[in-house]
């Protein structure tokens, strides 16, 4: 170590790394901003909007037929579509989302899932 440094200097640094590695834990724990709702837009209108926490599959109604949105916990994604409907698969392809960022999109039938919310109990911001 350092020349000149006391045993109280050695147990503070001991003591700072110890704390900053728990932070790292516990912000690793939290995970940020966990989403709570899929919410399906269809030709710029909201049809449906379900918790994340309440699994099942929801159907959607379409000019020609309908989807089917497969809500899992903390996930939700988009069921295979006969090919009348959605002919190149597209939006069932992408598979689950399970992050605010990620988005499926149906271009032939104007459907768009994205993930909201926060549930609660969850980290939505943190100040350092």
């Known amino acids: ?4 440094t006391t045993r109280a200097d050695k147990v503070l640094l001991a003591g700072m ?8 834990f ?6 940020g901003a966990a989403p709570a709702e899929a919410v399906v837009v269809r030709a ?4 449906l909007r379900v918790s994340l926490a309440r699994p099942g599959l929801y159907k959607v109604p379409l000019v020609r037929g309908e ?3 497969e809500v899992a916990p903390g996930r ?3 069921r295979p579509m006969p090919r009348s409907i959605c002919p190149r698969g597209i939006c069932s392809e992408t598979g689950w989302i399970s992050t605010p ?3 499926i999109v ?4 104007l459907l768009s899932v994205r993930l909201t919310g926060v549930r609660d109990g969850a980290v939505d911001a943190l100040a350092g």
């Open 67 to 69: 989807a089917v949105v």
């Open 17 to 24: 790394v110890l704390a900053a590695v728990s932070m790292w």
């Open 76 to 78: 939700v994604r988009m």
């Open 106 to 109: 149906c271009v032939p039938n």
């Open 26 to 31: 516990v912000i690793r724990a939290n995970g």
């Open 1 to 4: 170590m350092l020349q000149g």
């Open 101 to 103: 960022a990620q988005t």
């Open 44 to 47: 710029g209108k909201e049809v």
